[in-house]
């Protein structure tokens, strides 16, 4: 149980472009929802927190109108980043508070590279 | 900034050897966890040790944790080549919402 799927799992994209991610919950609801952003060897860096129905809590430095979120569904949140550029070229990597004791679970990641 | 601070940053062993990971925090926490993350993928949730517990087991693995020197180690017995991942202590401040990530130890085990 507890399985966070994402989609693409990759993705290469021209410069200027926008791209969608989307976050799912297949066995259960999450009203919490996660958005990291990983480069190469470092850590997972929160992005975001989105809470179904409401608008999404942006971390410091976080451009909100570069990054959209939005979280539809108890069980859909995507990930729209907009005009993309080389520099957010990166892992990105979506979790769901399954609710039992503040354990995530998270998605596989979607690469992104932008040319 | 990230909170969790983690030693060693990169760990070679050979298989069959324990690798201990350790980690450090800041403030107060509600619990810790330990995920473990391979080349390129998401993460995969370990084990979560409350505050008001010291130690914990999960097959090959024992968390310890120490809130007074607020830091808590992983330790993996009679690793295997397939141990080899990334692995991060995330912890739960109190009072806080967000789970904040240590910058990982990398292991690596020879078979």
């Known amino acids: 149980g507890a399985v966070v799927s994402q989609h693409p799992s990759w993705v290469i994209c021209k410069s200027g472009t926008s791209v969608k991610i989307e976050c799912r919950s297949l066995?259960?609801?999450?009203?919490?929802m996660f958005w990291y952003r990983q480069f190469p060897k470092q850590s997972l860096m929160l992005m975001a927190t989105?809470?179904?129905?409401?608008?999404?809590?942006?971390e410091q430095g976080v451009e909100k109108d570069k990054f959209l979120i939005n979280h539809a569904s108890l069980t859909l949140s995507t990930l729209t980043v907009t005009s993309a550029h080389p520099e957010d070229s990166s892992f990105y990597i979506c979790?769901?508070?399954?609710?039992?004791?503040?354990?995530?679970?998270f998605g596989p990641g979607t690469r992104l590279t932008v040319l | 900034s990230q909170q969790g601070e983690e030693d060693p940053q990169a760990l070679s062993i050979q298989e069959g050897e324990n690798a201990t990971m350790n980690c450090s925090y800041k403030?107060?926490?509600?619990?810790l966890q330990w995920y473990r993350q391979n080349s390129g993928r998401g993460l995969v949730h370990l084990i979560l040790?409350?505050?008001?517990?010291r130690e914990k087991h999960s097959g090959r693995l024992r968390v310890t944790l120490d809130t007074s020197k607020k830091s808590s180690s992983l330790l993996i017995t009679a690793s295997r080549a397939a141990d080899t991942a990334s692995y991060f202590c995330?912890?739960?401040?109190?009072?806080?919402?967000?789970?904040?990530f240590g910058a990982g130890t990398r292991l690596f085990v020879k078979a």
């Open positions: 979790s769901g508070d399954g609710g039992r004791g503040n354990e995530q679970f």
């Open positions: 066995d259960f609801q999450a009203t919490t």
């Open positions: 989105s809470n179904e129905g409401s608008k999404a809590t942006y």
């Open positions: 403030t107060s926490i509600n619990n």
């Open positions: 040790i409350r505050s008001n517990e």
């Open positions: 995330a912890t739960d401040p109190t009072g806080g919402f967000k789970t904040i």
